[in-house]
């Protein structure tokens, strides 16, 4: 089922709210990209997993850890599904911040 | 005394060091054995803690950029499943210490699988945490080299990049690492000489190894006359460095005497030169002496910065300027100077209202002032009550310094005239000791086109008319006061403008070191009123 699908489960009361987004951002998840995704990933209360390639294994979205090492490059699909407290909050968000390429053009620096 | 061998790799970061070698090596350990599994859990997570803690402190010291490096190191000692990489490994007999390094070895060689080289560069920082974890399960801290000595090693790791001082030069000759990696990145951003790639090297310790981060290649026992001039090339200073022979006052080609002076913003500006070549220093910029927030309040570090300067120049007159912080200036984590509107809080507006880091120059500056020719110039004043404030301040903090026993001096205080409303009232400002044009600022000011804004640049030159209408002006109100003008803009530098700065009075002139050069021909083939001199 392509797109972002939102299922809500009968029988638990648990949301589960789930997405899809290709990677665009020019070098993929390394590492600032990946500690501002987990950061962000940890600051909701549910649980948060990524799919890379429908490869089927279910990461960590919390864990930086497991992002590194699942060397996650531009194009790569990433499914990302939330189960819990404000867990279609935390889809759009994680969404929209793979969607900004993670905010990185805004750098800092000093001129001389 | 072994032949100069030359040993090429890639350019990582540009620039020339040289110094003995230090070799550092690959931290392989004898582990012990298991205790007990619990027990080994408990001590690598503790060590991991331990790291992370030690990072976090670097991490509070360093730059923005550094800080984000380090920020990434963080966030993998401070995940969970960290601990798991090396959890399956004790619960199979490991000690904890065998059981990181080969948990995270195993993770490391996947990241350097990639076919992605900026992924793979990621590894090294990985390897850090290894080593630092390592270090802490071990008791054994993570080693730090000599000042001034050149690193030797298939890689370097960020954090001892970051706990270098680098200030004392050296620079970086790695047999491996990557031109993409984040110590790359910082040795660009600190100017730190490094190269990459250059497979075999077998130096011995201490040995003299040359790094030429600008062709990209490293010289075991380079010959001593490669040294300096390789070094002056780096600069590309060879041909315009002022020698000794430039003795005594420079005159106009008419016989009025005129002082040539240094802007300078480190050691480096100033070290190499002959200080007979000029009058002295006409500004020193402390702010671009902060390598590290904390630097701002660091009273002992920026006294050892002005004596290092004033030991240079010997009896000659050393300005320094107090911190011009704000603006395009700003210090990461120094709250309230985040404003980056050159209209703002900055320079001494900004020392002011944050009176603990100018205390803290204060006391530094009159400790150097001691042993030497100091002036201090303030930046960005715009009325004389300014002056007042500030030198309230240099007084508490002198009466602080003599109730200690610590030998100080008060030094003369003159200003940085840089604000439109300064230059038409200098007559007002009878307290200064000195008036200097910063004419970079007094143009975007006068002409209302930002310095960093490429799409209003053109405004500057267009509207020159005005700011030497301005200079000719606030000069001759100065000649009533009997306070001494010089100038210290990049114009003072451009041989193109000396003739209309002599003719606005201008007798002292402040520049880059490249610049020197240019500017005594430029003086000696005019008159003091700036007419091209006769031909005799």
Redesign the interface.
């Known amino acids: 089922m392509p797109g972002s699908s939102e299922r809500q489960d009968v029988e638990r009361p648990a949301p589960r709210f789930q997405a899809e987004i290709e990677v665009t951002h020019k ?2 998840l ?3 990209p ?2 501002v995704f ?2 962000l990933a940890k600051s909701f209360p549910c649980s948060i997993e990524l799919d890379v390639d429908g490869s089927g294994v279910w990461l ?1 979205g919390k ?4 992002i ?2 699942a ?1 996650i ?1 531009r194009g790569a699909r990433l499914r990302i599904r939330a189960e819990g407290i404000r867990a279609e909050e935390a889809i759009e968000a994680l969404k929209d911040l793979v969607a900004r390429n993670f905010d990185e053009e805004k750098k ?5 | 005394m072994a032949a100069p061998r030359e040993v090429a790799g890639q350019s990582a970061s540009a620039g020339i060091a040289c110094g003995p070698a230090h070799i550092a090596i690959d931290q392989t350990e004898s582990f012990p054995q298991q205790a007990s599994v619990a027990i080994e859990r408990q001590d690598l997570a503790k060590a991991v803690r331990q790291a992370a803690a030690e990072l976090e402190a670097l991490s509070s010291r360093s730059d923005a950029d550094s800080a984000e490096i380090l920020d990434f190191q963080i966030e993998m000692l401070t995940d969970e499943e960290i601990l798991e990489l090396a959890f399956a490994r004790i619960a199979a007999g490991d000690s904890a210490a065998l059981a990181w390094a080969g948990g995270l070895d195993a993770y490391i060689a996947d990241i350097e699988r990639s076919e992605d080289s900026v992924f793979s560069a990621r590894a090294a920082d990985v390897i850090d945490i290894k080593t630092r974890v390592l270090a802490a399960l071990t008791g054994r801290p993570v080693a730090d080299f000599p000042d001034g000595s050149i690193f030797v090693a298939k890689d370097i790791a960020p954090s001892v990049f970051l706990s270098h001082d680098w200030s004392r030069g050296g620079g970086i000759a790695l047999t491996g690492g990557s031109t993409l990696s984040h110590v790359a990145l910082l040795a660009r951003a600190k100017s730190v000489p490094m190269v990459v790639g250059l497979g075999e090297i077998a130096a011995r310790p201490g040995e003299l190894i040359l790094v030429d981060g600008t062709l990209g290649r490293a010289v075991v026992n380079p010959v001593d006359e490669a040294i300096p001039a390789q070094r002056i090339m780096a600069n590309r200073l060879a041909h315009e460095l002022p020698g000794a022979a430039a003795n005594g006052r420079l005159h106009t080609a008419d016989g009025v005497p005129v002082g040539l002076w240094l802007n300078v913003n480190d050691a480096s500006d100033f070290e190499r030169l002959d200080p007979g070549a000029v009058d002295g220093i006409g500004l020193m910029r402390t702010e671009f002496l902060i390598s590290a927030p904390a630097d701002v309040i660091d009273e002992e570090r920026q006294y050892e910065w002005y004596r290092r300067v004033l030991a240079w120049a010997g009896h000659r007159p050393v300005t320094i300027r107090m911190f011009d912080l704000g603006g395009d200036k700003a210090v990461p984590g120094l709250g309230g100077a985040e404003d980056t509107s050159f209209l703002g809080v900055r320079g001494i507006r900004l020392l002011l209202a944050r009176p603990e880091i100018a205390r803290a120059q204060a006391r530094a500056l009159m400790r150097a002032a001691a042993a030497g020719n100091l002036k201090i110039m303030l930046p960005m004043v715009t009325v004389p009550s300014e002056i007042a404030a500030m030198s309230a301040i240099f007084a508490e903090e002198g009466a602080l310094l003599a109730k200690r026993g610590i030998a100080h001096s008060m030094p003369p205080i003159g200003i940085m005239v840089e604000v439109p409303a300064t230059a038409l009232t200098l007559d007002l400002f009878t307290d200064a000791a000195f008036f200097s044009f910063g004419t970079n600022d007094l143009a975007q000011y006068l002409a209302a086109a930002a310095r960093d804004n490429p799409a209003v640049a053109p405004l500057h030159a267009d509207a020159e008319q005005a700011l030497f209408r301005l200079l000719k002006l606030a000069v001759d109100t100065a000649k009533g006061t009997d306070i001494p003008v010089s100038v210290c803009g990049d114009i003072a530098g451009s041989p193109d403008h000396t003739a209309r700065l002599l003719g606005c009075g201008f007798r002292d002139f402040s520049m880059a070191p490249s610049r020197l050069n240019a500017v005594r021909s430029a003086v000696m083939a005019l008159t003091a009123n700036g007419s091209p001199a006769e031909k005799e």
């Open positions: 070098i993929g390394h590492a600032r990946s500690v987990t950061r960590n864990s930086i850890v497991k590194m090492g060397r490059r800092h620096g000093r001129t001389a």
